[in-house]
């Protein structure tokens, strides 16, 4: 079933109206030259590429980079766990604004590695690590070293959790690792509101999984695997699989847990 059949269009131009009026603002137009800055001072710093989950803010974060430093790769990795929407997403908005993509496939199955685990709250978070680690992390740091970069830009933002804020906080938005590898977060001052703002203004589609949900407005939806977490069980996902995603529903429900 495709996400057309849910799409609520008078609730997407509603949104949308609203993030434009926010893109005229003296505060975001700040945010978004300090992010241009960031943005240069990391290509004259390392040879950076992009990864990008299509989720809003690396969208957003992609299209300002490539705007100002159009030769820098884009990473986007697939799972047999992703939201259903995820590649054609991906793969219309590569096409409209000619993104060329490097993609990335992990050699292990989401599914079969959550079949031989439980989602409960501690059985859960012991397989979901190492899984991101393997399915997610590894494969992207391998195509990196293939494409022979020393320094990643990611979408985060300070304003997504505690933890990301201390991070952002302490470390800037550019920022070195112990290994010699830099990374670069140039939409860590950001918040939510400025994001969808910028994908309206500069006439980026946004992920439709934004408007396909009944329970929690754009700004407070984040995109990951499309296995609720314990948290966002608690939060409503297990519900809204069910209603906007009946297939992905039923074999999240006949997984052998």
């Not at 999984?209 to 977490?229: D, G, V």
């Amino acid at each position: 079933m495709g996400y057309e059949r849910h799409l609520d269009p008078a609730a997407a131009v509603s949104h949308s109206l609203r993030w434009k009026l926010h893109s005229r603002t003296a505060g975001y137009r700040r945010r978004v030259d300090a992010a241009r800055r960031t943005i240069l001072r990391a290509a004259e710093t390392a040879r950076f590429v992009l990864a990008w989950s299509t989720g809003k803010d690396s969208t957003a974060m992609v299209h300002m980079v490539r705007s100002l430093c159009p030769d820098t790769p884009i990473m986007i990795q697939f799972d047999d766990c992703d939201w259903p929407t995820k590649r054609q997403y991906a793969e219309r908005v590569a096409a409209h604004q000619g993104w060329d993509l490097h993609r990335v496939e992990p050699d292990v199955s989401v599914w079969e590695r959550m079949k031989a685990g439980a989602i409960g709250e501690e059985d859960f978070c012991a397989v979901s690590h190492p899984l991101t680690r393997d399915a997610f992390l590894a494969p992207l740091a391998a195509k990196q070293r293939e494409l022979g970069a020393d320094g990643v830009y990611l979408g985060l933002r300070a304003a997504e959790s505690r933890a990301r804020k201390v991070h952002l906080l302490s470390r800037g938005a550019l920022y070195p690792l112990q290994s010699g590898e830099w990374r670069c977060c140039p939409l860590a001052r950001w918040s939510a509101a400025d994001v969808f703002a910028y994908l309206v203004a500069n006439d980026v589609e946004i992920n439709p999984c934004y408007f396909n949900n009944r329970f929690k407005p754009p700004e407070e939806i984040r995109l990951s695997w499309a296995i609720p977490t314990p948290t966002s069980i608690r939060y409503g996902d297990l519900e809204h699989l069910r209603f906007y995603y009946p297939e992905q529903f039923r074999r999240l429900r006949d997984l052998r847990i």
